[in-house]
């Protein structure tokens, strides 16, 4: 076989990017402002600085510059394990007999198994900058509790995490690996905050959720003098460091004169996804080039797909500021998908708006036909992986095979988002064919639509 591009793209160190991207510079109609929760009127960088750290709030609130310029301390950071390679997954196009030529970014090469780290190094520095004693959070499924400790550690900054009880339970590992970068894990609901004891009070022996966790972490952060909140999607902040998984994928393509057809992500809250597609999105609103991209979704929680287009709040504690997004409610308690990282009831207000202008499609899938795509990736291509991004792999397979009926060579680019070490019961379930898959019904969505707070907008 002649290989013309090898199997693994490698940039230079020196190729690693010396900048974030900010997409929204380029964005004509600009996502919507967040909301202050209490007054409803767009918060100011005085009130979201008493939650976040100074920087990070005004990136978050900064629409208009494109280019801010990453400090040599998180470069130097990033340089233990980036720039990530872009593999091209010849093994997995041999498998599946298609023309087309399947590329990943993957962004699995840290401990915490993610790309989470990406942002987790940089809100750490910002807040180490700040000179604050440390910072609060809430984790999931628990890769980002271990990049924020793993960050952290390095800055040597106090880090509290909130974890979701019956992850905190069922994945113990994920636990010691924070506690052994030195932070404090309390299992959410807990009896440390006023909305964890009112939350166990209204529903006792209750599990958790993500959005209680949120509550728990910000009140922990309002309440302690010298610490802020930190928080690993959903917001514009980490949209734009992630942004640099999509310069570097732009790089390594261009080496090769690679032009991309179709942009695959995974989409939670939407970090990955958007930081992937933010510098092709860009070229396409400077009307430079076009792509097709596509965000998958689990069908157990279709913010997207199903979702409407609405303010609503973050957290279920209703302390966080108000963004518009695509939601299914911040009273949705999605089903117990194995995608923890999957099941968030929002999406990031950049890439709702960029969805909604059509710059992007999505599509839902459904956890067992996840898994499948899992095992035939990890089969061929050698890397376990996660299951948020095996949703990627999904839609990927599902569109080089529709190559090999149509015999088209497209080029396809998905997000390889991390590795699947920690979610070995969900694996357990598929080979012992006891997984099963929850689709929410429209009364179930509607119920939760009701909810949704009255804005101006
Ligand atoms: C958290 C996570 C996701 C989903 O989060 P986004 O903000 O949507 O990117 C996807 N993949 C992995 C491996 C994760 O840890």
């Keep these: 076989m002649k290989q013309e591009i090898p199997y693994k793209i490698y940039l230079e160190e020196q190729e690693m990017p010396k900048q974030w991207y900010n997409v929204r510079a380029d964005m004509k109609k600009k996502p919507s402002p967040l909301l202050n929760p209490a007054t409803l009127n767009p918060i100011t960088l005085k009130e979201l600085s008493g939650i976040f750290c100074e920087e990070l709030a005004r990136q978050e609130l900064d629409d208009s510059t494109p280019y801010f310029d990453i400090p040599d301390e998180i470069r130097d950071f990033y340089r233990m394990y980036r720039p990530s390679p872009l593999v091209r997954a010849y093994c997995l196009e041999k498998k599946l007999d298609t023309p087309a030529h399947i590329y990943y970014k993957f962004e699995g090469n840290n401990t915490s198994g993610s790309h989470k780290l990406n942002s987790a190094i940089a809100q750490a520095y910002y807040a180490k900058k700040q000179g604050l004693k440390g910072v609060t959070t809430e984790t999931g499924a ?40 030195g932070a404090k894990v309390t ?8 909305v964890g004891r009112q939350i166990n009070a209204e529903f006792p022996g209750t599990t958790g959720s993500l959005g209680c966790a949120i509550s728990e972490a910000v009140e922990a952060a309002m309440t302690q003098e010298g610490y802020r909140y ?14 640099i998984i999509g310069l570097e994928t732009k790089t390594a393509l261009e080496k090769y004169g690679i032009k991309a057809d179709m942009i695959i992500g995974c989409a939670g809250g939407g970090s990955n996804l958007g930081g992937l597609i933010s ?14 991209i596509i965000a998958v979704e689990p069908a157990s929680c279709p913010s997207l797909t199903r979702g409407v287009y609405a303010y609503d709040f973050c957290d279920t504690g209703k302390v966080c500021p108000l963004s518009k997004m695509y939601t299914l409610g911040s009273s949705f308690i999605p089903s117990a998908n194995h995608a923890g990282g999957l099941r968030y009831h929002g999406m990031s207000a950049t890439v709702s708006e960029l969805y909604d202008q059509g710059l992007l499609t999505a599509r839902s899938v459904e956890q067992t036909e996840v898994f499948k795509a899992a095992e035939t990736f990890a089969r061929v291509e050698g890397i376990l992986p996660a299951p948020e991004s095996s949703h990627a792999i999904k839609v990927a397979i599902d569109e080089a095979v529709k190559c090999k009926e149509t015999g088209e060579v497209k080029n ?34 509607k119920t939760a639509f009701a909810k949704l707070p009255r804005t101006k907008e």
Excluded at 426 to 431: L, T
Aim: with cysteine; glycine share 8%; proline share 5%.
């Design 142 to 181: 628990g890769q980002w509790g271990t990049a924020l400790s793993m960050a952290c550690s390095y800055f040597d900054l106090d880090c509290q995490v909130y974890m979701v009880k019956c992850s905190y339970e069922q994945k113990p590992f994920r636990r010691e690996v924070m506690r052994t970068y």
């Design 187 to 194: 299992p959410s609901p807990s009896m440390h905050t006023e």
């Design 230 to 243: 930190v928080l690993g999607s959903v917001l514009s902040q980490v949209l734009l460091h992630q942004s």
């Design 279 to 292: 510098p092709f999105a860009g070229d396409m609103l400077r009307g430079k080039a076009d792509y097709e």
């Design 412 to 445: 396809i680019v998905f997000g390889l988002t991390g590795t699947g070490y920690f979610d070995m019961m969900a694996y357990q379930k598929y080979n012992d064919g006891q997984m099963s898959d929850y689709v929410p019904s429209d009364e179930e969505l």
